[in-house]
């Protein structure tokens, strides 16, 4: 039903910041908790960061806490994640992800919870 499309990559030196954004077209984006992904080559695939459907709740890897902040607006229907400071181990292809069956927050941080997932973005840090 809802569609995801990331936007904002792109290439970086370390401390550098970025801000990804994931746009839903649809009507149904608020009925839908939110989430990060990200996947570095030869890597599995981790959380980085969540955000409930009515954004009182935000949940962020340790790996990022402090450096990157997950955010929507439910007016323009869009998801963002500010990333500052970034490292060259944040180097991966970031994917945002929906997911509209949950019972608590220990569903956001594993990725077949979500149903919906855009096509992803490059985000490339150099040292």
């Known amino acids: 039903q809802v569609q995801l499309v990331e936007s904002g990559g792109g290439s970086v030196q370390a401390g550098g910041s970025l801000r990804l954004s994931c746009a839903a077209s649809?009507?149904?984006?608020?009925?839908?908790?939110m989430g990060w992904f990200r996947q570095a080559p030869g890597k599995e695939r981790e959380f980085v960061a969540a955000?409930?459907?009515?954004?009182?709740?935000?949940y962020h890897a340790d790996s990022v806490k402090g450096r990157f902040t997950i955010s929507r607006d439910s007016v323009k229907n869009t998801m963002y994640l500010q990333m500052n400071n970034l490292k060259p181990e944040d180097t991966a292809v970031y994917y945002c992800?929906?997911?509209?069956?949950?019972?608590?927050?220990?569903?956001?941080?594993?990725?077949?919870?979500?149903?919906?997932w855009g096509q992803g973005t490059q985000v490339s840090v150099s040292s």
């Open positions: 992800g929906g997911l509209s069956t949950y019972s608590d927050s220990n569903y956001f941080v594993r990725e077949n919870s979500y149903n919906v």
């Open positions: 649809g009507p149904t984006f608020s009925n839908y908790a």
């Open positions: 955000i409930s459907r009515s954004a009182r709740n935000t």
